[in-house]
DNA sequence: GCCAACGTTGGC
DNA sequence: GCCAACGTTGGC
């Protein structure tokens, strides 16, 4: 089994928004890296954080699970998303997404402040310097230093 | 294949 | 709103 981290914006989709639907497909990813990630690394029952960005406090709300391996996102070929790609087609579509369902909120999101201080998460790669990805594997030992501080 | 211009991400 | 970092695009 695999851990990842995933990040959203919470005014779009947050950990509040996941438990409330219980399951989602994790629409959006425009990035060749993290569809890469999802496309050859997600399995069915692999864990992942789901990471609030660009907010008042960035950091870890809570755990999913992967509940269907990837598949295309029925978002790049729908005109009126945000997220519509005018060169994918349905035969070679360019992105794709997997489902993810509720595992656990959080009681209060673990700060990315408080991520910076831990020194087990010191070579997080969420923690690198400049880093975009909104998609990312997390290890084992890192997966067990954010749970012990939520 | 290089690289400048441009767009996006995301913390602050 | 600012800006650093990075990815993508497109001319050459």
């Keep these: 089994m695999q851990y990842w981290l995933m990040k959203s914006e919470p005014q779009v989709f947050s950990i509040d928004d996941l438990e409330r639907q219980g399951r989602s497909p994790w629409e959006g990813v425009r990035n060749y890296q993290a569809r890469n990630f999802m496309r050859d690394g997600m399995k069915v029952g ?5 990471y609030h960005s660009s907010c ?9 699970e992967v509940a269907r391996a990837a598949y295309p996102d029925p ?14 087609t349905r035969e070679s579509p360019r992105w794709l997404l997997v489902d993810v369902a509720f595992s656990r909120r ?20 969420l923690l690198r ?3 975009r990805l909104s998609v990312m594997p997390v290890t084992a030992a890192e997966w067990r230093a954010v749970l012990k501080l939520a």
């Design 46 to 50: 692999d864990q992942a954080f789901l």
């Design 56 to 64: 008042d406090v960035p950091g870890v709300a809570g755990v999913m």
């Design 75 to 88: 978002t790049q070929f729908d005109r009126r998303s945000p997220y519509y790609d005018e060169a994918s």
């Design 106 to 125: 959080f009681r209060d999101v673990v700060p990315l402040e408080r991520l910076r201080a831990e020194r087990a998460l010191a070579g997080m790669q």
């Design 129 to 131: 310097r400049g880093n």
